[in-house]
C-alpha cells in the first residue's frame, strides 16, 4: 500500500458535535484510525445516543477505534454533565486492589454498552507532590507499589469485558510535576521516572494493550518531550511493551506551542509513537476538520521529503490495525453470546464496595470536620481558575454542600465550608482568610492527604459519587 494511504490509519481525532460530520466520514472512508470521544459528543439526555454515535461511526469503518477518557471521579465523558457516579483512582487507593478491580469491571461494561473499544485509562501516575496541578485525585495515590497493585487490577477489570482494551497513562509519569502540560511543559528528572516506574511495568505484565505518553521533559534522556523523543520510546519498548503506543492530546501547549499540532504529529509517528491523538476540538473551540487537515498534511509533506520513513509508518499502522482487528472480533463475539461479558450492574458499584470507600474517607478525614458537615451554613469553592475538575466542569460537591445549608442544624452552626483540590498558593489563601474569619471546615477534592493543614474532610473527588456519601453522612436523602 501506498505509504500516503496509511497516514488516516495512525490518526485519533476528535470532532464537535452529536452527529458523524461529513469530513470525519471521508477520513473513515479512507482508513482512519479511530475516534476519540468527549463530553461534547455525549447527550446526557439520551443515554443510547452515544452508543448510537459509535454504530454511525463502525457502519463506515467496522475497524475504527472509538476511544473516551473515562476514569472515574473527575475525568469523565459519558458524565460530564453532572459527575461521575463511579469512584475515583484516590478514593479506590484507600480500599483494597479488589474494589478497584470490580469498579474498572463496571466502568468497562459501561463504555461497551456505549460502543467504547479504547478505554484511556487508568492513570498510573504516582501523585506524590501534592501541589500536582493536572493528575491530583486521577492517580490510586502517592506510593509506587499500592498504585502498581491497583493498575494491575484495574486493566484485569477492563479486560473482563471482552471488546473493551486498557490504555494505561501517562508514561513514565506525570505524577510529581508543578506544572500541567495542558498549558506549559514539565520536567522531571530521570531519578523520579525510575521511582515512578513500577505501577507501568505491572500494567505491561498484565498485558496492557495500549499505553499514552506524557508530554514531559526527562533531561537525562534528552532535551525534547517524551511524546517526540525516539530514545524514550526505544526505552519503554526496551521494557518489553510491543503494544500501541499512543499520545497525550498533541495540541496541548506542552507540545503545539513549540511543534505546532502537524509538527508535533510527525515528530511523534518518527520518535516510534503508533496512534496520534489530536484532542478535544471544542475545549479551545478549534475547528476539527482544520486541525486533521493540518496534521495530515504535515505527515505527508514529512513523508515525501524523508523526515518520516515509510517503514515507520507501516509499523505504526501495523500495531493499530492489530488491535482494532482484536478489538472488532472479541465485540462481535460479545455480542453474538459466545463469550459475553460476566453478569454487572453497569448502573454503580456495589453497596459493600461503596460502603467500604465511605469508610475509608471517613478514616481518613478529620472527626471534628465529618461532624461538622452537618452545621454548615456557608460554602467558598476555592478553585478559582485552573482546577483538576476543569476535565468534567461539574461541581456536584460544591453543589450538595450548598443544598446542606439548608440542613436544620445549620442554623446553629456557622460552619464555613471551603472546597478545595490542591493546596495552591491561592486555594491556601482563601483557606486562611476563611479560618481567620471563623470556624470553617476544608472539603478536599483532590489527592488523598491533600497537604493541608486544616481540619479536613477528605473525598478524593467531586462526583457524585462523592456528593452522595456527604449526603449519607449528613442523613441527607436528596
Same mark, same amino acid.
Given at each position: 500500500?501506498?505509504?500516503?494511504?496509511?497516514?488516516?490509519?495512525?490518526?485519533?481525532?476528535?470532532?464537535?458535535?452529536?452527529?458523524?460530520?461529513?469530513?470525519?466520514?471521508?477520513?473513515?472512508?479512507?482508513?482512519?484510525?479511530?475516534?476519540?470521544?468527549?463530553?461534547?459528543?455525549?447527550?446526557?439526555?439520551?443515554?443510547?445516543?452515544?452508543?448510537?454515535?459509535?454504530?454511525?461511526?463502525?457502519?463506515?469503518?467496522?475497524?475504527?477505534?472509538?476511544?473516551?477518557?473515562?476514569?472515574?471521579?473527575?475525568?469523565?465523558?459519558?458524565?460530564?454533565?453532572?459527575?461521575?457516579?463511579?469512584?475515583?483512582?484516590?478514593?479506590?487507593?484507600?480500599?483494597?486492589?479488589?474494589?478497584?478491580?470490580?469498579?474498572?469491571?463496571?466502568?468497562?461494561?459501561?463504555?461497551?454498552?456505549?460502543?467504547?473499544?479504547?478505554?484511556?485509562?487508568?492513570?498510573?501516575?504516582?501523585?506524590?507532590?501534592?501541589?500536582?496541578?493536572?493528575?491530583?485525585?486521577?492517580?490510586?495515590?502517592?506510593?509506587?507499589?499500592?498504585?502498581?497493585?491497583?493498575?494491575?487490577?484495574?486493566?484485569?477489570?477492563?479486560?473482563?469485558?471482552?471488546?473493551?482494551?486498557?490504555?494505561?497513562?501517562?508514561?513514565?509519569?506525570?505524577?510529581?510535576?508543578?506544572?500541567?502540560?495542558?498549558?506549559?511543559?514539565?520536567?522531571?528528572?530521570?531519578?523520579?521516572?525510575?521511582?515512578?516506574?513500577?505501577?507501568?511495568?505491572?500494567?505491561?505484565?498484565?498485558?496492557?494493550?495500549?499505553?499514552?505518553?506524557?508530554?514531559?521533559?526527562?533531561?537525562?534522556?534528552?532535551?525534547?518531550?517524551?511524546?517526540?523523543?525516539?530514545?524514550?520510546?526505544?526505552?519503554?519498548?526496551?521494557?518489553?511493551?510491543?503494544?500501541?503506543?499512543?499520545?497525550?492530546?498533541?495540541?496541548?501547549?506542552?507540545?503545539?506551542?513549540?511543534?505546532?499540532?502537524?509538527?508535533?504529529?510527525?515528530?511523534?509517528?518518527?520518535?516510534?509513537?503508533?496512534?496520534?491523538?489530536?484532542?478535544?476540538?471544542?475545549?479551545?473551540?478549534?475547528?476539527?476538520?482544520?486541525?486533521?487537515?493540518?496534521?495530515?498534511?504535515?505527515?505527508?509533506?514529512?513523508?515525501?521529503?524523508?523526515?518520516?520513513?515509510?517503514?515507520?509508518?507501516?509499523?505504526?499502522?501495523?500495531?493499530? $490495525?492489530? +488491535?482494532?482487528?482484536?478489538? &472488532? *472480533? !472479541?465485540? @462481535? #463475539? =460479545?455480542?453474538?453470546?459466545?463469550?459475553? %461479558?460476566?453478569? /454487572?450492574?453497569? $448502573?454503580? +458499584?456495589?453497596?459493600?464496595? &461503596? *460502603? !467500604?470507600? @465511605? #469508610? =475509608?474517607?471517613?478514616?481518613?478525614?478529620? %472527626?471534628?470536620? /465529618?461532624?461538622?458537615?452537618?452545621?454548615?451554613?456557608?460554602?467558598?469553592? !476555592?478553585? @478559582?481558575? =485552573?482546577?483538576?475538575?476543569?476535565?468534567?466542569?461539574?461541581?456536584?460537591?460544591?453543589?450538595?454542600?450548598?443544598?446542606?445549608?439548608?440542613?436544620?442544624? @445549620?442554623?446553629?452552626?456557622?460552619?464555613?465550608?471551603?472546597?478545595?483540590?490542591?493546596?495552591?498558593?491561592?486555594?491556601?489563601?482563601?483557606?486562611?482568610?476563611?479560618?481567620?474569619?471563623?470556624?470553617?471546615?476544608?472539603?478536599?477534592?483532590?489527592?488523598?492527604?491533600?497537604?493541608?493543614?486544616?481540619?479536613?474532610?477528605?473525598?478524593?473527588?467531586?462526583?457524585?459519587?462523592?456528593?452522595?456519601?456527604?449526603?449519607?453522612?449528613?442523613?441527607?436523602?436528596?
Amino acid at each position: 500500500m501506498d505509504p500516503h494511504e496509511l497516514v488516516p490509519g495512525v490518526l485519533l481525532p476528535g470532532f464537535a458535535g452529536r452527529e458523524l460530520p461529513d469530513w470525519l466520514r471521508a477520513e473513515l472512508e479512507r482508513g482512519l484510525g479511530g475516534v476519540c470521544l468527549f463530553a461534547g459528543n455525549v447527550d446526557a439526555a439520551d443515554p443510547r445516543g452515544t452508543a448510537r454515535l459509535a454504530a454511525a461511526i463502525r457502519a463506515v469503518r467496522p475497524e475504527a477505534l472509538v476511544a473516551a477518557d473515562e476514569e472515574g471521579g473527575v475525568v469523565t465523558r459519558l458524565e460530564g454533565r453532572d459527575g461521575s457516579t463511579l469512584p475515583s483512582p484516590a478514593q479506590l487507593g484507600l480500599v483494597a486492589p479488589a474494589v478497584a478491580e470490580r469498579a474498572s469491571a463496571v466502568l468497562s461494561e459501561r463504555v461497551r454498552r456505549a460502543g467504547i473499544d479504547l478505554l484511556l485509562a487508568p492513570s498510573a501516575d504516582v501523585n506524590d507532590n501534592p501541589a500536582n496541578p493536572v493528575i491530583g485525585a486521577r492517580s490510586f495515590g502517592g506510593d509506587p507499589h499500592d498504585v502498581a497493585a491497583r493498575v494491575a487490577a484495574t486493566v484485569r477489570g477492563i479486560r473482563s469485558r471482552r471488546g473493551v482494551a486498557a490504555c494505561v497513562k501517562h508514561w513514565p509519569g506525570h505524577g510529581d510535576t508543578d506544572v500541567d502540560s495542558h498549558r506549559g511543559l514539565p520536567t522531571v528528572p530521570a531519578a523520579t521516572v525510575a521511582r515512578h516506574a513500577e505501577p507501568f511495568a505491572a500494567a505491561i505484565r498484565e498485558g496492557v494493550p495500549a499505553i499514552m505518553t506524557a508530554h514531559i521533559v526527562v533531561p537525562e534522556w534528552g532535551a525534547e518531550p517524551v511524546t517526540v523523543n525516539p530514545d524514550a520510546i526505544a526505552r519503554l519498548r526496551a521494557e518489553g511493551f510491543d503494544g500501541v503506543v499512543i499520545t497525550d492530546a498533541v495540541d496541548m501547549a506542552a507540545i503545539a506551542d513549540t511543534y505546532g499540532l502537524g509538527g508535533g504529529a510527525v515528530r511523534a509517528l518518527a520518535a516510534g509513537i503508533d496512534l496520534v491523538c489530536l484532542g478535544n476540538p471544542e475545549l479551545k473551540g478549534a475547528d476539527a476538520a482544520a486541525q486533521y487537515a493540518e496534521v495530515t498534511s504535515a505527515v505527508i509533506a514529512a513523508l515525501d521529503e524523508g523526515i518520516l520513513a515509510p517503514e515507520r509508518l507501516r509499523e505504526a499502522h501495523a500495531r493499530v $490495525a492489530r +488491535l482494532a482487528a482484536e478489538l &472488532t *472480533a !472479541a465485540r @462481535a #463475539a =460479545a455480542d453474538a453470546g459466545t463469550a459475553g %461479558p460476566l453478569p /454487572v450492574e453497569p $448502573a454503580l +458499584l456495589g453497596t459493600d464496595d &461503596t *460502603a !467500604a470507600i @465511605a #469508610a =475509608a474517607l471517613v478514616a481518613a478525614s478529620d %472527626p471534628s470536620a /465529618v461532624s461538622a458537615l452537618a452545621r454548615i451554613d456557608r460554602v467558598v469553592d !476555592a478553585r @478559582a481558575g =485552573a482546577t483538576q475538575a476543569a476535565a468534567t466542569r461539574a461541581v456536584p460537591v460544591d453543589r450538595t454542600l450548598r443544598e446542606l445549608t439548608g440542613h436544620p442544624a @445549620a442554623h446553629s452552626g456557622g460552619v464555613t465550608a471551603v472546597v478545595a483540590d490542591r493546596p495552591s498558593d491561592a486555594q491556601l489563601a482563601v483557606i486562611e482568610r476563611e479560618r481567620a474569619a471563623g470556624q470553617s471546615i476544608v472539603v478536599n477534592v483532590g489527592a488523598i492527604p491533600g497537604g493541608f493543614d486544616a481540619a479536613v474532610v477528605q473525598l478524593g473527588a467531586d462526583s457524585r459519587f462523592s456528593a452522595a456519601i456527604v449526603r449519607s453522612w449528613t442523613g441527607e436523602s436528596r
